[in-house]
């Protein structure tokens, strides 16, 4: 038979005398006929046996009992022969209570826990949608805004256009991005329509304030020197949000 996964605290109680009459009387009765359940009660009674091997029985003395008489109203000539309750019936009376505080503190710190994980990857979530620095770009005949560059804290970087830019045939868009002179512009993207689209910033230094993007129009493939050679469609700068 397997056991049932309640037998095992329900054996332990048995063994420790915490349940109700009538539950105990139907254990007892399990005992005959639950092999299973009476191998638990047996690996429970051995495991709290050096609970009461190690308890000294401690006889209470005759003035406790006189101040125990005296404040109940009551005679008990023979209550000092009466053995004392041994160490492992002493800590299951109140082991109820201990339980009862634990599984509340238990319950309380895997709500906590819950909370705490449910906000910190809400967070998480929130940070990796929301971008780190925004770029406009901006084409500086008409001042209108063309595209909107995004930077992520994870290292993504992504171009959405705003407008629907002209591509003459044998031609491409060529997305690009300068941040330091000295090294001159990379290619970062390149498009045969204006599309949303993940720019390539692998290999390059992480995206920061006041970065050049820009939008050139190219040769079909890109540029064949590696550096802008077609008009300048849309540029701008990046600013950290807020």
Known sequence: MTPDRDDRPHAAEFV??????????????????DHAF???????????AAFDDTADPVAPSDD???????????????????PPP???????????????????GLTAALAL???TAVTVRHAQEVAA????????????????AGAVVNAFADGRVEMIPLVDMAVPTGR????????????????????????????DLERLPTTAADQ???ITLEPSGGSPTGRPTGPILYKGTTARTL
């Open 16 to 33: 420790l005398g915490l349940l109700d009459a009538e539950a105990r009387a139907a254990a007892e009765q399990r005992l005959a006929a």
């Open 38 to 48: 009476a191998q638990e009660v047996a690996a429970w009674q051995e495991h709290f």
């Open 64 to 82: 406790l009992w006189r101040r125990i008489e005296a404040g109940t109203g009551a005679a008990a000539p023979a209550a000092a022969h009466v």
């Open 86 to 104: 041994g160490l492992l019936h002493r800590l299951w009376n109140s082991l109820g209570a201990l339980r009862i505080a634990a599984l509340s």
């Open 113 to 115: 826990a819950v909370v």
């Open 129 to 144: 949608r929301k971008p780190v620095y925004v770029a406009i770009l901006i084409d500086d005949a008409t001042r209108q």
């Open 172 to 199: 491409s868009l060529q997305v690009w991005t300068l941040w330091n002179r000295e090294i001159g512009p990379r290619s970062v993207g390149l498009l045969d329509r204006a599309r949303a689209t993940s720019l």
């Open 212 to 214: 050049l993007f820009e």
